[in-house]
């Protein structure tokens, strides 16, 4: 641990006057179950660096980081509460309503646990008595509107309440009840609320997706319903996030995605870990890109030269890349088979979603040669998930 997980509050936020970035951001934290304790990771890596955030956007876990961070916790405290985090600190089976009201009990988990946790450290304080500003994401479940707790005319609700509802997976926990309605996970539509965030009189976001995988799996189908739950809720939440981000014309935004596909998302066991990988996750991208995402007018970065290429032996003419990739990158021949861009493409993280959708692999990505490394180069991550 740095130098700067000691610091109170006061000297972060002289430490940030003399050191940060000078830039104005939000830092916005998804939800992915457990694994968005790497967030307290990321929460470490800019507080090193000065990168002290205006407003923290978060939803599920991403909340209940952020909440964290709202009341003041130091470095220590945080990474010391996620480190002895368990299972039983957040999940306890509803044994008795399962037993007695099966398919009408409320959630498979009992809410008690997890109420215990946020009352713990918020008690019940609201977001109008926040020192620092919180922003938390929920859905209506009787109408389907999102909610972002937090904001003006929404801060005088319970803290603690709403970053329960926004950890309320549907189904897991009952939904929870504020002003007369009843709220749950912000993840059915919003995981990584960056457009609400882009909303805060920021000059730009650094987002932290820690749900999506486009990562390949085998025999989910065969590890039982939790898991296919899981696979299912990565497959939306990347889906979401690709026809977020894909069109986006917000600020600048600098996107850490740790590599955290590996970790179920409701396992204990990989908290130090998650941690760590949230901490070299945003050094990494801070390192690349932190100088040109305060200087940039908009766009997703860090950004890369990628050349795109064809396996003519494989392609079998479906259309599908030239219809998925963006405008104008991928052609028919007259043989019937796709032709790839002769040029390296200037790709955000989240470009080239479509190679995952051609049938036969056909299509491979890799760092432009002026980029790639001496050893002879990594893919890009979606050419590794190939490999
Ligand atoms: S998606 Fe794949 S198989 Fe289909 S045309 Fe493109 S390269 Fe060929």
């Known amino acids: 641990m740095g130098a700067a997980a000691t610091l ?3 000297e972060r936020t002289e430490q ?32 090193e660096r000065g990168w002290i955030p205006d407003v923290i956007v978060g939803n599920s876990i991403g909340a209940l980081i952020g909440a964290a961070w709202a009341v003041d916790f130091t470095m ?33 988990y009992k809410d008690e646990p997890l109420e215990m946790l946020l009352r ?12 620092r500003r919180l922003v938390v994401a929920s859905v209506d479940i009787n109408c389907g509107m999102v909610t972002y707790w937090g904001l003006p005319g ?12 926004s950890c309320a997976l549907p189904g897991f926990f009952a939904p929870r009840e504020i002003d007369g309605r009843f709220l749950v996970d912000g993840a059915l539509a919003d995981n990584l609320p960056v457009g609400v965030a882009a909303g805060q009189n920021v000059d730009g976001l650094v987002a932290v997706d820690v749900g999506s995988s486009s ?28 026809n977020r981000l894909s069109s986006w014309s917000g600020p600048p935004m600098l996107l850490v995605q740790p590599r955290v596909e590996h970790v179920p998302m409701l396992s204990f066991g990989h908290n130090r870990e998650l941690i760590e990988e949230g901490y070299r996750a945003t ?53 019937g088979k796709a032709v790839g861009p002769a040029e390296p493409q200037d790709w955000s993280p989240i470009s080239g979603g479509f190679i995952r959708h051609c049938p036969t692999y056909a299509i491979t990505a890799h760092p432009a ?19």
């Open 16 to 47: 940030a006057a003399v050191n940060g970035p000078g830039w104005r951001f939000a830092l916005v934290l998804g939800g992915g179950g457990t694994k968005g304790l790497a967030h307290v990771g990321v929460l470490r890596a800019l507080e």
């Open 76 to 108: 220590a405290e945080l990474e010391a509460v996620a480190l002895s985090m368990t299972r039983h600190d957040v999940f306890a089976i509803a044994r008795g309503e399962m037993a007695t009201r099966r398919f009408r009990a409320p959630g498979l």
């Open 120 to 131: 713990g450290f918020l008690g019940d304080t609201t977001f109008d008595q926040l020192t």
């Open 215 to 242: 990562a390949l799996r085998a025999e989910v189908q065969e590890s039982g319903f939790a898991a296919v739950f899981a696979r299912a809720s990565e497959i939306v939440f990347h889906q979401m996030m690709e």
């Open 283 to 335: 050094c990494a991208a801070l390192d690349q890109a932190g100088e040109e995402v305060r200087h940039a007018a908009g766009g997703i970065y860090p950004r890369r030269l990628v050349e795109v290429a064809v396996d003519r032996a494989r392609c079998i003419g479906c259309g599908a890349c030239v219809v998925l990739g963006p405008p104008g990158t991928f052609r028919m021949d007259e043989a």
């Open 154 to 165: 929404l801060r005088s609700v319970s803290v603690a309440d709403a970053v329960f509802a």
């Open 369 to 387: 040669r002026a980029a790639r490394d001496p050893k002879g180069g990594a893919s890009t991550g979606i050419a590794r998930a190939r490999a």
């Open 8 to 10: 109170t509050p006061h």
